[in-house]
């Protein structure tokens, strides 16, 4: 009988080495994928396996941390599944049309996004959605946006909504005031105008796709992909008109709207496969082979994915036309002037970088709306003057609106630039300032458009 039981503990033994070293060979194929990350992501991979045989869930002891890895509960995160967790209102019946989204399409989506099917979107991107100001305010017609890498998305956005605002739907420059303090229904409608308008335009104004969340689940993990509980929900709605895409936006705007919906995710889908796959990869150059790119724990986007929303394609620089890069390769700029602009000013940019400066087509856009990056944070600068980029007697001295997102800020800043004034550069130093005085950076950004400029902040304290 002893003999018996040893035998058995015997047999048992060798079946668990045989799995241990089934699963170790099973595992080979992901060390090149975890040497990016370094030994401790592979650890906490493969504790997840152990844990979860089938690999398709994490368990309920698991969590992520900022950057979409996963780690064992106790690491001072909340659990995956409250992150992934989506309001009723914001997930439509798997009946509703469409078609579901296949493995190869969600490994496709996940490779342009981050290179890879391992990562997945963080935290801040997750609770990221298109929400307004209250209604009837002075920033009823701005979104809410918070920090992280989803913010560059909400405000390239904000600059197509104060297009619909100012210059679309009335069809002429219209008052100020009159414009954005708008109803619940203007934000709805001015927010369903700007997403179709950005996913049209990236259809090359022939087909839109929009991506929305199912309660079905369409695509199961394996060890080539890691799923997210989301992507793998996703039905496609192709649309072939651009009303039918405005209206169809507008009827499931919860979707994107509704915290919890992760509706900036959803609408970078929708603009990757309006632009399609074969598109991206070949507006896309040697310098940029994904759109996303690990910052600070978490993922921002590269300048691909504005270019997406300012230009219709993902061009990945902000130069002029094409260049030569430093090893003679192409690179890949903006090839025509868009509706909204784009200027970027930061403390350590370097004139003498060409491949760096924002050409003419981003800096005059043929409306006077500019996307700003300063310093790496995105605010919008606006001018209700249709006229400012197309008159030079309108130049010489003109208003701007400015808008930070940022949570001081109650009331779009007012300011005024002359831009034959030049006193501001006497005693000017290399730094951005002159004796007394050191000029913001909001001013500075203005300055790589309008050079010569003095800014007038119209009695508004300077924040940003």
């Excluded at 307004?132 to 989803?150: I, N, Q, R, W």
Aim: hydrophobic share 35%; charged share 20%; proline share 3%.
């Amino acid at each position: 009988r002893t003999m018996q039981v040893s035998d058995q503990e015997q047999s048992s033994r060798e079946l668990d080495l045989e799995e241990i070293t089934r699963k170790i060979s099973f595992l080979d194929k992901w060390r090149e994928i975890f040497s990016y990350h370094g030994s401790v992501c592979f650890i906490f991979w493969w504790w997840h396996f152990i844990q979860n045989h089938d690999g398709n869930h994490a368990s309920a002891d698991e969590t992520e941390d900022a950057a979409g890895i996963p780690q064992p509960r106790g690491q001072g995160h909340l659990p995956s599944s409250s992150l992934c967790s989506i309001p009723k209102r914001s997930i439509i019946s798997s009946k509703s049309g469409g078609f579901p989204i296949s493995l190869a399409m969600a490994t496709k989506l996940r490779q342009s996004l981050f290179g890879n099917t391992i990562h997945v979107f963080s935290y801040d991107w997750k609770k990221a959605h298109f929400r307004f100001h209250e209604p009837f305010s002075d920033l009823a017609f701005t979104l809410e946006v918070g920090k992280g890498g989803a913010r560059s998305i909400q405000m390239a956005v904000q600059g197509f909504i104060i297009k619909d605002l100012l210059f679309t739907r009335k069809g002429k420059d219209c008052n100020f005031h009159s414009s954005c303090t708008i109803s619940k229904r203007e934000q709805a409608q001015a927010l369903a105008a700007a997403l179709a308008g950005i996913l049209w335009a990236l259809g090359e104004a022939e087909k839109a796709t929009v991506c929305l969340v199912t309660e079905d689940t369409y695509v199961t993990s394996n060890p080539d992909y890691w799923g997210d509980d989301f992507t793998e929900r996703l039905q496609l709605f192709e649309l072939l008109e651009k009303e039918a895409t405005e209206k169809f936006i507008y009827d499931h705007l919860q979707c994107f709207q509704e915290e919890g919906s992760h509706g900036v995710i959803l609408f970078l889908y929708s603009m990757i496969c309006s632009r399609t796959f074969e598109r991206l990869q070949k507006d896309l150059d040697a310098s940029t082979t994904h759109l996303l790119q690990p910052s600070a724990g978490g993922f921002r986007c590269r300048q691909a994915v504005l270019n997406m929303i300012l230009t219709g394609r993902a061009s990945p620089n902000v130069f002029n036309g094409c260049q030569k890069g430093k090893s003679q390769e192409i690179l890949h700029g903006v090839l025509t002037r868009s509706d909204v602009g784009y200027l970027r000013w930061g403390k350590d940019t370097s004139e003498g970088d060409r491949l760096s400066q924002v050409g003419s087509r981003l800096k005059t856009p043929k409306l006077p709306i500019w996307l700003c990056n300063i310093n790496g944070n995105y605010s919008v600068l606006f001018s209700t003057n249709r006229q400012l980029l197309s008159d030079w007697k309108v130049e010489r001295r003109f208003d701007l609106y400015f808008y930070s997102g940022q949570p001081p800020q109650n009331t779009p800043v007012h300011l005024t630039v002359d831009t034959h004034s030049h006193h501001w550069e006497r005693n000017q130093h290399e730094d951005g300032h002159v004796a007394g005085r050191r000029f913001s950076p909001v001013e500075m950004v203005i300055r790589t458009k309008w050079r010569e400029a003095t800014i007038n902040w119209n009695g508004t304290i300077s924040f940003f």
